[in-house]
């Protein structure tokens, strides 16, 4: 039932759990209006379609007092994948879509998306920046996101590692080790 609301904080996958493979050639991403991702999040979950929209924490100031607030805030805006085995046009009628977009190569969305959750499980800060940064392609080679391969860029004594996330045209970084990386061959 599109169009119903949870009143809570909406979950980052739906089911929760659920692996990205389960629904392999369904995924789909929603091209959403400006900060409709998390009440679209909950008509998905209303309905019963598997989505995956991940959320950080972020800081910001009060307009009127200036104290810090938290929030979470979507890692992608105005995106949302979900996996739908039917036709989608009743979503549309939630007034909050610009566009689907279908997802060609289903199998490297699905990485995509388990590197994008791995790197958010990690717990370390993570940046996000529009398009691929320069570098070379790196494996991780040690700590809680080894095997995970994607660009590196060094910043002095320290460097950055970069996941990219084709479809969304941007690309994820946190802060890593030097001695964690190790070139591709």
């Not at 598997?50 to 890692?75: D, F």
């Not at 689907?100 to 994008?116: A, K, M, S, T, W």
């Not at 499980?121 to 391969?149: D, F, N, S, Y």
């Amino acid at each position: 039932m599109i169009g119903s609301s949870f009143a809570r904080t909406p979950l980052q996958q739906w089911p929760p759990g659920r692996g990205f493979s389960a629904d392999l050639g369904r995924w789909k991403v929603a091209w959403l209006k400006p900060r409709h991702e998390k009440a679209f999040a909950d008509e998905l979950r209303a309905a019963d379609f598997p989505y995956y929209l991940p959320l950080v924490e972020r800081t910001h100031r009060r307009p009127g007092n200036g104290k810090p607030k938290k929030a979470l805030m979507p890692l992608f805006p105005t995106y949302l994948s979900f996996a739908a085995a039917g036709p989608t046009t009743p979503l549309y009628q939630t007034g909050r879509i610009i566009r689907i977009l279908p997802v060609g190569d289903q199998e490297r969305f699905i990485e995509d998306l388990q590197n994008v959750l791995r790197l958010l499980t990690a717990g370390l800060p993570v940046e996000v920046h529009p398009g691929l940064c320069p570098g070379k392609m790196v494996r991780i080679v040690q700590g809680p996101l080894k095997g995970l391969t994607g660009l590196v860029e060094r910043l002095g004594d320290h460097c950055r590692f970069w996941i990219n996330v084709e479809l969304f045209n941007r690309s994820v970084a946190v802060p890593m080790p030097c001695d964690h990386l190790a070139p591709l061959e």
